[in-house]
């Protein structure tokens, strides 16, 4: 593994373990330049190419699903790892599809289901990139359709 700081391949694992979901090993690893880092090693069931709505085709990235996810959740009561098993939940559920090419939409719609479980906040924030509001009445009338939201 090549260290991020000084560029040389000569590191070594310090500690390796299974993540707490058991999806992933997480290894802590130490340079020779004294710098130490985090890897993780996942299984990849098969390459899924995300089909995008243009019609694009690239390879599905799990650090960009993860980000999206990290930014809709931002601030709020959600620890990392609970964050990090839902991650893991829709990678895997979308392997499990055995598709070779998901489109975009698929995606997109099976984290606003699952965040919708997780956090309401969180599922209106991703759905308001998502689903590309522009305007206040974007927001209101996606708002008025949620149960969570209906006033009592």
Do not use: H, W
């Not at 090993?25 to 899924?48: K, M, P, S, W, Y």
């Not at 996810?69 to 559920?93: G, H, M, N, Q, V």
């Not at 599922?123 to 998502?130: D, E, L, P, T, W």
């Amino acid at each position: 593994m090549i260290c991020s700081i000084c560029k040389k391949g000569e590191t070594s694992v310090v500690d390796s373990r299974p993540t707490e979901d058991g999806t992933a090993i997480r290894r802590r690893r130490l340079c020779v330049c004294g710098a130490r880092f985090t890897t993780f090693e996942r299984v990849q069931f098969r390459e899924i190419m995300v089909v995008k709505k243009n019609g694009r085709k690239s390879s599905f990235d799990r650090d960009k699903l993860s980000k999206s996810i990290y930014i809709a959740l931002k601030k709020r009561p959600i620890d990392t790892e609970t964050a990090e098993k839902f991650i893991s939940r829709t990678s895997r559920a979308l392997e499990e599809l055995g598709q070779s090419e998901i489109s975009s939409n698929t995606i997109g719609t099976m984290v606003m289901e699952g965040l919708k479980d997780l956090d309401p906040v969180a599922y209106v924030r991703f759905a308001s990139v998502y689903r590309n509001f522009r305007e206040e009445k974007d927001f209101v009338q996606f708002v008025d359709k949620l149960d969570v939201y209906k006033k009592r």
